[in-house]
C-alpha cells in the first residue's frame, strides 16, 4: 500500500513539475513575439495578446487550477494598475495595459509586485544609459513589453526560489 502512495505521490510531483515547465513556456510564446513587434513598431499587437490570455487562463483552468483564482486576482491587479500609470502618466500605449493582463496570470499575486519593479527598474536604467550617451532624447518612446517580460521571468523565478 505504502508502494502505491509513494508512486502517486511521485507521479503527480512529475506532473506538477511538467505542467509548471510547460506554462513556463506558454508564457514565451507570449512575450517573445510581443516583446519583438514592441521593439519593431512600439505596438504589442491584440492578435498576441487576447490569444495569449485565453490561452493562459486555459492552461491554469485544465492544468494548475489550484492557482487560477490567484492569477486571475494578479491579472486584474496589473491591468488595473498599468492602467492607471497610462491615464495619469500618458507613458504607456494601450497594448502595454493589455500584456499586463498576461503578466499577471503568468506571475499570479505572489509575483507580480516583484515583476513590475524589475520592469521599471530596468526601463530605466536602460533609457538613462541611452539618454547618458546621446542614443536618445528624454522625450522619445521606449518600448516597454521586453521590460515587463523581463520583470515577468525574472520575478517568478525570484519568489519561486527564495519565497516558496
Not at 513598431?41 to 491584440?46: A, G, K, N, Q, T
Request: net charge positive; charged share 10%; proline share 4%.
Amino acid at each position: 500500500m505504502h508502494l502505491f502512495i509513494n508512486a502517486s505521490r511521485i507521479i503527480s510531483s512529475a506532473n506538477f513539475i511538467i505542467s509548471g515547465l510547460f506554462f513556463h513556456e506558454i508564457f514565451l510564446a507570449i512575450a517573445i513575439p510581443a516583446t519583438i513587434v514592441d521593439l519593431r513598431s512600439f505596438r504589442i499587437p491584440d492578435c498576441i495578446v487576447y490569444p495569449g490570455i485565453i490561452i493562459l487562463v486555459a492552461f491554469l483552468a485544465i492544468a494548475m487550477p489550484g492557482q487560477l483564482v490567484d492569477s486571475l486576482i494578479a491579472a486584474a491587479l496589473a491591468t488595473c494598475f498599468l492602467w492607471l500609470i497610462r491615464i495619469f502618466t500618458k507613458g504607456l500605449g494601450l497594448g502595454d495595459v493589455k500584456f499586463g493582463a498576461c503578466l499577471g496570470l503568468y506571475c499570479g499575486t505572489h509575483a507580480i509586485f516583484p515583476a513590475f519593479m524589475i520592469a521599471a527598474l530596468s526601463g530605466t536604467l536602460v533609457a538613462v544609459i541611452l539618454v547618458n550617451r546621446k542614443k536618445m532624447t528624454r522625450t522619445a518612446r521606449i518600448p516597454f513589453a521586453p521590460f515587463l517580460a523581463l520583470g515577468a521571468i525574472s520575478g517568478r523565478i525570484i519568489v519561486d526560489l527564495y519565497c516558496r
